[in-house]
T-cell receptor, first 113, second 113 residues
Framework: KQEVTQIPAALSVPEGENLVLNCSFT??????LQWFRQDPGKGLTSLLL?????REQTSGRLNASLDKSSGRSTLYIAASQPGDSATYLCAAITNFGNEKLTFGTGTRLTIIP | EPEVTQTPSHQVTQMGQEVILRCVPISNHLYFYWYRQILGQKVEFLVS????????KSEIFDDQFSVERPDGSNFTLKIRSTKLEDSAMYFCASKGPGNQPQHFGDGTRLSIL
């Protein structure tokens, strides 16, 4: 059974800094890994999807990497802004055809102006 | 940009009553999902739906739950006899063909009294 963990649970950094959020998963037979952003009381906004054949994906100031062998994914945010403050969730799909996402508990990110 | 829409945003129901949560997925999407998030906990998979039938369901999705796609646009989750522990945020998601990310709605907050 796939288990997804995100550490730390909360992170505060000054505006302008680069930062890395971590995601670990127990089953390396991963098909996709998806990163989301969740604002308080809101839904989940998809940020990046990394397929198992890929090592990383980039969108603007965001870069996500995937290392299946070590069971890790990271989300790198460059030049952080106060608007980046949110909870960041990673979620894994373990097998093709089994489309369910298994979510981590998230990292609550606060960017200090 | 197309989005998944969910109604109502907040539903308050007496324990034992039936509730129907509604979702309008993105129009050309073929795969549909329900997830839930109990306050302070992980987002959990409930059910996936493709080609007018359930493709997978979790152990949470017991006989009290059902899903339906009554027409070409709506996707509903029905809880037959609600319990206090059904109180949660319920998210609908949809996905297009191929290896695409799942897109989520803003959720329905269900409060059982």
């Amino acid at each position: 059974k796939q288990e997804v963990t995100q550490i730390p649970a909360a992170l505060s950094v000054p505006e302008g800094e680069n930062l890395v959020l971590n995601c670990s998963f127990t089953d390396s037979a991963i098909y996709n890994l998806q990163w989301f952003r969740q604002d308080p009381g809101k839904g989940l906004t998809s940020l990046l999807l990394i397929q198992s054949s890929q090592r990383e994906q980039t969108s603007g100031r965001l870069n996500a990497s995937l290392d299946k062998s070590s069971g890790r994914s990271t989300l790198y945010i460059a030049a952080s802004q106060p608007g980046d403050s949110a909870t960041y969730l990673c979620a894994a799909i373990t097998n093709f055809g089994n489309e369910k996402l298994t979510f981590g508990t998230g990292t609550r990110l606060t960017i200090i102006p | 940009e197309p989005e998944v829409t969910q109604t109502p945003s907040h539903q308050v129901t007496q324990m034992g009553q039936e509730v129907i949560l509604r979702c309008v997925p993105i129009s050309n999407h073929l795969y549909f999902y329900w997830y839930r998030q109990i306050l302070g906990q992980k987002v959990e998979f409930l059910v996936s739906f493709y080609n007018n039938e359930i493709s997978e369901k979790s152990e949470i999705f017991d006989d009290q739950f059902s899903v339906e796609r009554p027409d070409g646009s709506n996707f509903t989750l029905k809880i037959r006899s609600t319990k206090l522990e059904d109180s949660a945020m319920y998210f609908c998601a949809s996905k297009g063909p191929g290896n695409q990310p799942q897109h989520f709605g803003d959720g329905t907050r269900l409060s059982i009294l």
